[in-house]
């Protein structure tokens, strides 16, 4: 798993820019698709107790990264994990960043224009206007949260995330692929913790429809500038930190480190 981690993070970060965007672009419509899904299913979920209803929006959320881990797609948060071939010094510093830079803009267009597809459908009015109260909630949420808390979160989403994709490695089949990511997903979103291109949806799409709707008024906290400042920025450094280091940095030094490693099995120059 950690060779297979090595080997993907080299020819990720050898891909050319315009498939790497490509590639991007449909993980960012994924992983809006997985939050689109959990806020319907946690719609109106004030009957039902907190953990069940946080639960079920992990379970369906999940679809985001089956849809990447199955389908095929560049997704930001995963491609933490490239820094396994950096380690290995496979890779440059600079072909690192650029990967991610590609990748992240390419997740945010992609995430950005699900939300203004379903901005569009005028989804938020389904359920007598419920839908809408949800998006409102939960980016009013995202958008209040104070900078260490959001690094936090963001770390330990990341650290979820990417031991989803790590465990991803080890499957044989699609049916392994789901069963590896489900858990790990379903985890994090039912925590509560913090991932930066869902965030890209939730909460465009949150600005979007307080613009729409009366109860918009009552979310001062939701603006473009609390979103980027005091939710993307912090939690796209959380989710660094947790998916690089935690876990991506910690495999290397664990089976990937030279004085560890059988001969043999060195890395190419």
């Not at 907190?50 to 948060?77: K, M, Q, W, Y």
């Not at 945010?108 to 909630?137: I, K, M, P, S, W």
């Amino acid at each position: 798993m950690a060779a297979k981690a090595s080997d993907l993070g080299a020819a990720k970060a050898g891909l050319d820019a315009q498939r790497t965007f490509v590639l991007a672009v449909l993980a960012g419509a994924f992983i809006a698709l997985g939050a689109m899904f959990a806020t319907v299913v946690t719609t109106g979920g004030a009957d039902v107790p907190f953990g069940i209803n946080r639960l079920a929006g992990g379970v369906v959320f999940s679809l985001g990264l089956v849809l990447v881990v199955v389908a095929g797609a560049e997704l930001f948060t995963g491609n933490n994990l490239i820094v396994m071939a950096w380690a290995d010094r496979r890779i440059t510093l600079g072909r690192l960043l650029r990967n991610w830079g590609i990748v992240y803009a390419g997740n945010l267009v992609g995430a950005v224009a699900t939300a203004l597809l379903v901005f569009a459908a005028r989804q938020y009015e389904f359920g007598d206007g419920a839908v809408g109260l949800n998006v409102l909630a939960i980016a009013d949420a995202k958008a209040s949260l104070g900078w260490g808390q959001a690094v936090a979160l963001g770390a330990l989403c990341n650290a979820l995330v990417c031991l989803a994709i790590w465990l991803s490695y080890a499957a044989r089949s699609v049916t392994d692929k789901v069963l590896a990511v489900i858990f790990p997903i379903t985890a994090f979103v039912a925590a509560g913790f913090e991932h930066s291109v869902a965030n890209m949806y939730f909460l465009p799409i949150g600005l979007l429809v307080k613009e729409e709707v009366p109860e918009g008024a009552a979310h001062p906290d939701l603006t473009w500038s609390n979103a980027l400042l005091d939710n993307l920025v912090p939690v796209t450094l959380g989710n660094i930190f947790g998916g690089a280091v935690m876990v991506g940095l910690v495999y290397w030094l664990v089976y990937r480190r030279p004085a560890g490693r059988p001969q043999g099995d060195r890395p190419a120059r």
